[in-house]
């Protein structure tokens, strides 16, 4: 990138170098109340800057705070500047540059110019968004590796709704298989609501019926519309996956007849709604989340409920019923980005005992 600047091997002669040119401050934990904001900065304290800097959250989102997105901003010569929204959870950590980065231009790199902020943070109740840069310390606190393996663990969404962290990635390389051969044959499509509306979420099916909609109606069918055949089966692993995800959120026995499979592209979005064509509403909803992170809408037993804001990660699952069997719930716009395994795609699974 044509800068001169070289760092030591030995993070001790790094800091001598930092200490002899008065840089001796630890960067500052940083603890967010309702309606508080960073303005879009540079972490920039003196002559020595190492180049990657790590941010941790501490708090959980729609439990602890609401709003409060991680932002990055990076200034591009002659063009838009390109703003990123990182969504975080408990015991997430994110890496970015302090300052430069290097961007791949026609002849050469070149250092592309970065800034973060946290966006407004507001709550009825009071919400503190704690965030820590790695090895610093609050005086209430110390980061441990509980608090880390804690964010993996079964969250209480409401009583009957889990969201299950992580729990699909041990399968993730063969539920993204079977997903492509799915798709080869029984193709996603934007379907047509009864009012008229074209979906903006793709949506395919597999298992004994596959949810559709048209201007007749919502209602599960045994054929796929747009081929008169049945849907491809439901592969073991979805199935297996299913049945396990219920029974670790206190759902034994469940037997998934149905799989919506949706694509999201960035800007998709799944309005607030109720699951209520299937035959058996004793059965639980498992969902499976895979590619880029969304923003699930989980709310009550009315529409007009105020709903959590729950970030959801590549394999991670929620599953409900009992309860909150009809609660309305739904998808915010897809947020812009790139997932390493489906590119500017979030696909979910959906299972559900329809018949």
């Known amino acids: 990138m044509g800068i001169a600047v070289r ?29 508080d904001y960073n303005c879009l900065h ?21 439990e602890d705070f609401t709003g409060g997105e991680f932002v990055l901003t990076e200034h591009r010569p002659r063009m838009q500047s390109r703003v990123s929204v990182v969504p975080l959870r408990r015991g997430d950590a994110v890496v970015f540059a302090v300052h430069h980065r290097p961007v791949r231009g026609r002849r050469a790199y070149y250092p592309g110019d970065y800034a973060s902020r946290r966006q407004r943070s ?94 007749s109606g919502y209602r599960y069918d045994p054929l796929d519309p747009a081929s008169g055949k049945p849907w491809p089966a439901m592969p073991p692993v979805f199935a297996d996956l299913a049945t396990r995800a219920a029974a670790a959120a206190g759902y034994d026995g469940f037997d998934a007849d149905a799989c919506l499979i949706n694509r999201y592209d960035p800007g998709a979005r ?3 709604h109720q699951d209520r064509n299937e035959h058996d509403f004793t059965a639980p909803i498992v969902s499976v989340s895979l590619g880029l992170p969304a923003t699930f809408l989980f709310g009550g037993q009315k529409r007009s409920d105020r709903p959590q804001r ?15 069997r009809m609660v309305f719930h739904g998808i915010m716009p897809l947020a812009e980005g790139e997932h390493a ?12 005992r329809a018949l």
Not at 14 to 32: E, I, N, P, V
Not at 45 to 59: N, S, T
Not at 142 to 151: G, K, M, N, Y
Not at 311 to 316: K, S
Request: hydrophobic letters at 45%; a positive charge; one cysteine or more.
């Open 7 to 35: 760092y030591p091997k030995r993070t001790p002669d790094f800091l001598k170098r930092c200490h002899a040119a008065g840089q001796t401050r630890h960067t500052a934990a940083a603890a967010l109340r309702p309606g």
């Open 42 to 62: 540079q972490d920039l304290y003196g002559e020595y800057v190492f180049p990657l800097q790590v941010a941790i959250l501490l708090a959980d989102p729609g």
């Open 122 to 215: 507001c709550s009825a109740a009071v919400a503190i968004r704690w965030a820590s840069s790695f090895m610093t310390r609050h005086k209430s606190w110390v980061i441990t590796p509980d608090l880390f393996e804690a964010s993996l663990a079964v969250v209480r969404l409401a009583e009957g709704a889990m969201l299950l962290r992580g729990f699909a990635l041990p399968v993730e390389v063969a539920l993204l298989d079977e997903i492509e051969r799915l798709v080869a044959e029984a193709p996603f499509r934007n379907m047509i609501t009864p009012g008229g509306y074209r979906m903006s979420v793709a949506m395919t099916n597999c298992g004994t019926a596959g949810w559709v909609t048209d201007r």
């Open 270 to 272: 799944l309005s607030l």
């Open 310 to 324: 729950v970030p959801l990660a590549h394999g991670d699952v929620v599953v409900w019923g009992g309860p909150a």
């Open 341 to 352: 395994q489906l590119g500017r795609r979030r696909i979910n699974l959906t299972f559900r």
